[in-house]
């Protein structure tokens, strides 16, 4: 069974330019998940789907952050435009319904930088 | 806020050594318990989880968590280290009252020396 994948492993960008982050979650897993690491803090939610619905967004910190599940399928997370503080490591997770909602699979994570 | 302490950012042993790990959190609910690890180079992985029933739980790799709801912890622990278990461990807590969401601590990096 392949696992969360992410796209790209890294990215580099200047302050103000726009970047896109994909998830694929695992096939079957309705629940997707954003979480991120800022360096040297501790990994936060930012938003999570149920199949293409947004269930909780409080996470995402400001209206530059965008993110979308069309089809219930992969995920995008669009930064627009970005800011040094958006430097960190974004993870994806997805996880089936039922008792293993809680479990959640993660991804190997985008390392983004701005520069 | 809710939140997820782990008391150590670093620990250093050697192989043989024995591990432990604390984790406590904030919240006064019901609460479900995971405990992940990170490998150099590689994916957040499960280590263990606690859903409910026997608080000792057993993971894999030989690691082991007891949660203890007074103390609002769950500290993870290890009899015997192997230089393969360096690694970051992260603490995180699901609160069925909060949505689905993990809150996370904020890691403890362990370096087993061979």
């Known amino acids: 069974e392949a696992g969360v994948t992410q796209f790209p492993s890294h990215s580099v960008i200047e302050k103000g330019q726009t970047v896109t982050l994909r998830c694929d979650p695992i096939s079957g897993h309705d629940n997707l998940y954003w979480y991120r690491r800022v360096m040297g803090k501790e990994i936060k939610f930012l938003l999570h789907?149920?199949?293409?619905?947004?269930?909780?967004e409080s996470g995402m910190p400001n209206n530059r952050f965008l993110a979308e599940r069309t089809g219930g399928t992969y995920s995008t997370l669009k930064v627009q435009p970005a800011e040094l503080e958006d430097s960190g490591v974004y993870f994806c997770a997805s996880s089936l319904p039922g008792q293993a909602l809680y479990e959640q699979y993660f991804g190997p994570g985008t390392r983004l930088t701005v520069t | 806020a809710q939140s997820v302490s782990q008391h150590n950012h670093h620990v250093i042993l050697s192989e043989a050594a024995s591990l432990e790990l604390g984790c406590n959190y904030s919240?006064?609910?019901?609460?479900?318990l995971f405990w992940y690890v990170q490998y150099p180079g590689q994916h957040l992985q499960l280590l263990l989880k606690?859903?409910?029933?026997?608080?000792l739980v057993k993971g894999i790799k030989g690691f082991e968590a007891e949660f203890i709801k007074s103390k609002f912890s769950f500290n993870l622990r290890k009899p015997s280290v192997q230089w393969s278990d360096t690694a970051e461990y992260f603490c995180?807590?699901?609160?069925?009252?909060?949505?689905?969401?993990?809150?996370f601590g904020g890691g403890t990096r362990v370096l087993v020396k061979p």
């Open positions: 995180a807590v699901h609160d069925k009252a909060a949505g689905n969401k993990l809150t």
């Open positions: 919240y006064g609910g019901t609460v479900n």
């Open positions: 606690y859903f409910s029933g026997d608080p």
């Open positions: 789907f149920v199949k293409e619905s947004k269930q909780d």
